[in-house]
């Protein structure tokens, strides 16, 4: 029986060491689909999701996350990868999807604007967010929006570096999913930072424009594979009502 999302999330743990047990990987392609509903900035998607079962790979990978138990041990491995890069495409994507759902002789005057509206979004306002050279275009956007946002409120955040953080923000949101679902199916997980990202992206014949998010080993929890009882800071020291 699959547990509730807060049953899942309290059950969700960092697991360094998995048992010697396959795990379905039908199941876990299931929990990658629902990685990729989540929330994502302006809904350009800009995250793949390389789902490692090849005994090779899996080898080869542990090897560039330091064999680390958690990688070394896992029974499969699912890569997180952000695609800035291909903004243009996943806007064009959202074009042809406004296009085919909001038909213009079966609109109604409301769905005729909303449709408006958001063509202009993908048309306009992501090319100027997104469009960059060298890195200059990105700062003087920057310079020109600080200067606005003296007068009133504006998207500030246009350098390559802050488009970066943003691609990165979305694909944490559906590694999150992903961890979330296949702790409700009483499988674990342990998303991993410390890789040599370069060899990660060589191993998975990855683009140049793409970047690893995280790596997270799967499987299911050894008895020693917890490495201890789960500690937060106060959650009245987190937390602010204003």
Not at 149 to 169: C, E, W
Not at 181 to 201: F, H, N, Q, W
Not at 206 to 222: K, Q, T
Not at 227 to 235: I, L
């Amino acid at each position: 029986m699959e547990k509730t999302v807060s049953e899942a999330i309290a059950y969700r743990r960092s697991t360094r060491v998995y048992k010697d047990t396959p795990i379905d990987t039908e199941k876990v392609k299931q929990c990658i689909v629902n990685a990729s509903l989540a929330p994502t900035s302006s809904n350009l998607q800009l995250w793949e999701f390389y789902h490692v079962t090849s005994e090779d790979k899996l080898k080869a990978l542990a090897e560039a996350c330091f064999n680390q138990n958690a990688a070394s041990t896992a029974k499969q491995l699912v890569v997180v990868v952000t695609r800035k890069d291909l903004w243009r495409e996943r806007a064009k994507a959202n074009l042809d999807y406004l296009n085919k759902v909001y038909r213009d002789k079966d609109l109604s005057e409301r769905d005729a604007k909303r449709k408006k509206m958001a063509m202009g979004y993908y048309k306009k306002v992501i090319p100027t967010i997104y469009t960059d050279f060298l890195g200059i275009l990105g700062f003087v956007k920057y310079l020109a929006f600080q200067v606005v946002g003296l007068f009133r409120p504006i998207y500030r955040q246009t350098r390559q570096s802050d488009m970066r953080i943003v691609a990165h923000k979305s694909a944490g949101l559906a590694a999150q999913n992903f961890m979330t679902s296949m702790a409700a199916i009483g499988y674990d997980t342990c998303p991993m930072e410390g890789s040599d990202t370069l060899r990660v992206k060589q191993i998975l014949d990855l683009p140049r424009g793409s970047e690893i998010n995280m790596v997270i080993g799967c499987g299911i929890r050894d008895d020693k594979g917890i490495y201890g009882p789960r500690f937060r800071v106060p959650f009245e020291d987190v937390y602010v009502e204003v």
